[in-house]
């Protein structure tokens, strides 16, 4: 069974930091391409950030230069480091995964950031 867990989403000023994780289990993390999308209050969920098995990253230009993935094969952990955090980056974020023999998405529950003074 497939499991992805967020986890670090909490309340941030405009201008600070966040650090989320990702942990999955039930798949050969390794060859598994991750991803991050997030759902504003009100708005269509969009993709942020992928990382490839041999982690190549993509990026929406919102977030280029301020967001970082990265992943951990040995901790089969993704993580998203956000940085000079705006209002607008306020959603729940989600941990995406794709199966690449069946092709069926994989979502985690979501983890909640919130940029405000």
């Known amino acids: 069974q497939v499991q992805l867990v967020e986890s670090g989403g909490g309340l941030v000023q405009p201008g600070g930091s966040l650090r989320l994780s990702c942990a999955a289990s039930?798949?050969?993390?390794?060859?598994?391409?991750m991803g991050w999308y997030r759902q504003a209050p009100g708005k269509q969920r969009e993709l942020v950030t992928t990382i490839t098995s041999g982690g190549r990253t993509n990026y929406a230009d919102s977030v280029k230069g301020r967001f970082t993935i990265s992943r951990d094969n040995a901790k089969k952990t993704v993580y998203l480091q956000m940085n000079s955090l705006r209002p607008e980056d306020t959603a729940v974020y989600y941990c995406?995964?794709?199966?690449?023999?069946?092709?069926?998405?994989?979502w985690g529950k979501g983890t909640l950031v919130t940029v405000s003074s």
């Open positions: 039930g798949i050969i993390f390794s060859i598994y391409a």
């Open positions: 995406n995964t794709r199966s690449p023999t069946t092709h069926m998405d994989y």
